[in-house]
């Protein structure tokens, strides 16, 4: 699994390791110090966002493979394009690939 951390956390450690004042310490062992303690900051709570792209008809998410309508009256929702799946989250602002270029 992937970890996340925070990028103004990790810049105000390597900024405090560049701003030590203490001269007699050899740049490797600062770059030692800097990797222990990004290595044991607590990762961020977040997750990976996932793209996909909704098929015109298909109602089948290309990423979770559930349906769209799951649980809704697909006659009342037939034109429904929501930006995320809303079982799996993805966001689907992928470009079409025969039409990139
Ligand atoms: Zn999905």
């Known amino acids: 699994m992937k970890e996340y951390i925070e ?3 990790v810049e105000k450690i390597i900024e405090d390791g560049l701003n030590n004042p203490d001269k007699n310490k050899a740049f490797g062992h600062d ?3 800097i990797m222990a303690e990004i290595h044991y900051m607590p ?3 977040v997750a990976e966002v996932k793209h996909g ?3 015109p008809g ?4 290309p990423v979770c493979g559930e349906n769209k309508f799951k649980d809704l009256d697909a006659d009342v929702w037939a034109d429904w394009q929501p ?8 966001r689907m602002d ?4 025969h039409e990139a270029g």
Request: aromatic share 8%.
């Open 58 to 61: 298909n109602p089948i998410c």
């Open 83 to 90: 930006k995320f799946c809303p079982n799996c989250g993805a």
């Open 53 to 55: 792209r909704w098929e």
């Open 7 to 9: 990028r103004a956390a």
């Open 43 to 45: 990762a961020a709570d």
């Open 94 to 97: 992928k470009e079409d690939e």
């Open 31 to 33: 770059a030692i110090e």
